[in-house]
């Protein structure tokens, strides 16, 4: 008989940037998904993929803000962790990280199933940006990775089947499962995952649910995807695959073998690539990654979750730049290998109204011969996982653990969001297994609390910048009803905005505009409208206001005379000569940097460089001293024709922590600066040249 199962929690001490402030701005521009598909690949799809693939695809962040506030300074940190461990397997989740399972470790062999990042340093990944690699993430809501990458969720202990079919004894024999939950904004789903190790299991169980609370369809999206080393083959039951790059071209290629190599060895690949595998219809769900001994990691699932796909970072000189800045020096590379609900991940799925969706997986160790011809290696391997996992036996496990998916949690182990909580006040949904009690409310929750209790939008104190606007449309139609005052106009015409209603929206802040005491934020929307209209000129004009604006609203809260706002006023809350006296520092140095960055790409956009100038001399000298900072400082010298300024910007070196995955900004900056190679440290480009 094995151990009995524990569930406990832990402090991990992990070097660690930390993740900042939130971008104050409300992310009003569409997204500029690099998962997009080419319109001349379409065409060619099988049917109900191009009718995923074309289904609702996210337009927008709101009501989500995007996390740009981290740096690369790591330092060691405590992260909270917790740990359910049997006999034969360990595995730490991270509760306060998306609910990341950071480690899988097989006690008999002493293996790290997983690629497990020594350190957690953010990256611009998550759709909303900040994202860490290794390990097995969630991923819900839209193509990408989840806006929850790097957020709290909640957990609890919860009562679970023994994993074999069989339902535990009045004494609860069958043990423990840790319950993860929280309510994905983008599409508004609550969902949980469930996680069990069965007395004596060599596998670790996950049960999945996503409901819609709705009395119409929404989409949904899910991708489980895990991290491995990248010495492996990876073998999936397919013979063909959907290969999508960089270059956004979806084309069906050859299994195993794809333009004159083994594309099931990740450092066969050059550039980084996605394979979504074509699966047959009735074969079991799987993928497994295998080192050159034939140990590795296998995952599989109930049918639900249909796709399996294979991530490569590839060989090329971007590829090696990116792995490299998301670990320290002398760690190994990694690949993904991933499962989800579409055969790829450029679809949505149409959830149905008040319907749920729920499978199983398995993660767990795997034996078998990685080398050889591909139906032989497909065939042992499968062979090998019905000997330690029967599909039927994954079948039984489902079916046992769907009983106990409205198990009401025990014990909360940790604590995520309020807004689920403000959801169920507002539409009194009964959701059992997944209670969002009211005191999980907080401070970001109140205003809308306020307005769903009174009818009334309180405005922020002290003139502190708005909060989140909700857009979601019964909260759109609160908005329209409640008083006009100036801070409901802006959060009206943000909600108007997602909704695809411009015009409106644009009338809203306005209106909002002709009261109001601070006008940065309504004159920074109607500077998005502009551009996203055309008008580059109008646009300037405005974030030039919304900047003089911003300064001058600190600096009466720093309590200074009837001067002007001068670049003897800086934005982060800060004067010149008084360089220690701040007004809540964090806070309004990420709005300044925020507003002072669009400031100045859409002064540059017009060759106003004299007013972004102006910009630029007005930010704290730490807002300049950031990565992000430094490449906008060698746009300006650049567009001001001082080109070896710009270019010792480059010499003197600069990290720009939030830089987007398949940007290619520093390149094309430093093209326009001579004639020399890019330098490797700049290199992150991830398609072939041209493509």
Known sequence: MGSVTTIRREVLTLPAAPLGPDNPLPPLRPLGEAHRVDARDRAGLPRDMARQVGYEPLRSLLPVRVRDGYDRVREPREVEALVIENDR???????????????????????????????????????????????????????????????PVHAARVPAPDGRGHLPGPSGSGGEMLRLWEWERLRDLPFQVDLWLPEGSDFLYVGVRIRNPHERPVPTYWWSNTAVPEERRVLAPADEAWLFGYERRLRRVPVPSYDGADRTYPLNSTYPADYFYEVPDGRRRWIAALDEHGHGLAQTSTDALRGRKLFVWGTGPGGRRWQEWLTEPGTGGYCEIQAGLARTQLEHVELAAEGEVSWLEAYGPLDATPDGAWHTVLREAEDRLEEVLPRAGVEAAYRAWQSYADAEPGERLATGSGWGALEVLRADWKLPGTPFEEDTLGDAQRPWLHLLRTGS???????????????????????????????????????????????????????????????????????????????????????????????????????????????????????????????????????????????????????????????????????????????????????????????????EGFEVADLREGAESIGRLWSRLGDEPLPARHDFRMRPDGG
């Open 457 to 651: 939008l309180p405005g922020p104190e002290h003139h502190a910048p708005p909060g989140d606007t909700l857009v979601a449309r019964p909260w759109r139609d609160m908005l329209e009803t409640t008083a006009a005052t100036p801070d409901a106009e802006y959060h009206l015409g943000v909600a108007q905005w997602h909704g695809d209603d411009r015009a409106q929206a644009v009338r809203s802040w306005e209106r909002g505009l002709q009261t109001a005491a601070v006008r940065w934020p309504l004159l920074r929307c109607l500077a998005v409208a502009d551009q996203e209209d055309g008008h580059h000129e109008r646009a300037a004009d405005r974030y030039a206001e919304a900047f003089d604006d911003l300064c001058e609203r600190l600096r009466e809260q720093r309590g200074g005379g009837g001067e002007g706002t001068g670049t003897g006023s800086r934005a982060d809350g800060t004067a010149e000569d008084t360089a220690g006296d701040t007004v809540d520092d964090t806070r309004w140095t990420a709005v300044a940097a925020a507003l002072g960055r669009e400031a100045i790409e859409a002064l540059l956009a017009v060759s106003r460089t004299a007013d972004a100038r102006s910009v630029w001399e007005r930010l704290h000298p730490a807002t300049r001293a950031r990565g992000r900072f430094r490449l906008i400082e060698a746009e300006l010298l650049a567009a001001e024709g001082r080109r070896e300024e710009a270019r010792a910007v480059f010499d």
């Open 89 to 151: 397997l360990r595995v730490t989740v991270l509760p306060g990280l998306g609910g990341r399972v950071a480690s899988l470790h097989h006690k008999p062999t002493d293996r790290e199933l997983l690629y497990a990042n020594p350190v957690l340093q953010p990256a611009n990944f998550a759709l909303n940006g900040a994202w860490f690699s290794g390990g097995i993430e969630w991923n819900i809501g839209a193509t990408g990775h989840t806006t929850l990458s790097c957020s």
